[in-house]
């Protein structure tokens, strides 16, 4: 398909960017702090801008990753579209559905978790991406000859 093998690793770099340096989601706190995580910052009125939060929210960003594995294997002519569109709408949903259960539990009359509310970037990349690879895929053995 491509002349150029280094393709799929420029995609990989392109995406990872996206996955680390883009907000995932909008975080609201019922006591008032809200905020907007991304995996390498965050930024709150109250707390400002702060560097290297990675380890904040580990279980929820960690779909991210799954995703764009499924994405370059897509790429490669592995899996199906409709599998990497049904993994990245619930690598987005995964930070809703496991806050909304956190936020209504309260722990020493404060709430245990925040609402999280997906920012779709990631999504709306792997969906271009699976559209432009659509009727292309990368030759396997083009990718071994790198």
Excluded: H
Excluded at 85 to 92: G, L, N, V, Y
Excluded at 93 to 118: D, H, R
Excluded at 131 to 139: D, G, M, V
């Amino acid at each position: 398909m491509s002349k150029n093998p280094y393709i799929l690793f420029i995609i990989g770099i392109i995406s990872l960017l996206i996955i680390f340096l883009t907000p995932y989601c909008f975080e609201i706190d019922l006591t008032g702090t809200n905020r907007f995580l991304a995996i390498l910052w965050e930024y709150g009125a109250l707390g400002g801008f702060r560097w290297f939060t990675v380890f904040q929210y580990v279980p929820i960003y960690f779909f991210r990753f799954i995703t764009l594995y499924y994405v370059i294997k897509y790429i490669m002519g592995v899996v199906s579209r409709k599998k990497v569109i049904i993994i990245s709408i619930i690598s987005e949903l995964i930070p809703l559905l496991i806050s909304i259960p956190g936020a209504l539990l309260k722990f020493n009359g404060e709430y245990f978790l925040p609402i999280m509310i997906s920012i779709p970037i990631l999504l709306l990349y792997n969906l271009i991406l699976t559209f432009i690879f659509s009727n292309r895929k990368l030759n396997i053995k083009e990718l071994k000859s790198i």
